[in-house]
Nanobody
Framework: QVQLRESGGGLVQAGGSLRLSCAAS?????MGWFRQAPGQEREFVAS????????DYSDSVKGRFTISRDNADNTVYLQMNTLEPEDTAAYYC????????????????????WGQGTQVTVSS
């Protein structure tokens, strides 16, 4: 496992942008972002494989959010554009520190390390 430190959440008006960051304390094979709104289950947002850079997005954010990585400092970013009130949630960074056999990027159980979460609030 690794320690994950998230930053970048906040309050923004609808149509605005935010960038979330997640710094890992060690090597990972893949990282992802999930979110959880009040009263709802945690859901997949985006993921990236560290070596190839392959990405995956949920349908609700595809075309608006972009996940990227910085190999130099083990940091993953989530650029969120054209934010909507429905994007309001606590956003969690997750990391997988072992091999990618049978890796399902959209499954929470695919990750062994989790951040504490950062709140994103989008006002209408």
């Amino acid at each position: 496992q690794v320690q994950l430190r998230e930053s970048g959440g906040g309050l923004v008006q609808a149509g605005g942008s935010l960038r979330l960051s997640c710094a890992a304390s060690g090597r990972t094979y893949a990282m992802g972002w999930f979110r959880q709104a009040p009263g709802q289950e945690r859901e997949f947002v985006a993921s990236i494989r560290w070596s190839e850079g392959w990405t995956d997005y949920s349908d609700s954010v595809k075309g608006r959010f972009t996940i990227s990585r910085d190999n130099a400092d083990n940091t993953v970013y989530l650029q969120m554009n054209t934010l909507e009130p429905e994007d309001t949630a606590a956003y969690y960074c997750a990391a997988r520190t072992y091999g990618l056999i049978f890796y399902n990027p959209r499954a929470q159980v695919a990750y062994d390390s989790w951040g504490q979460g950062t709140q994103v609030t989008v006002s209408s």
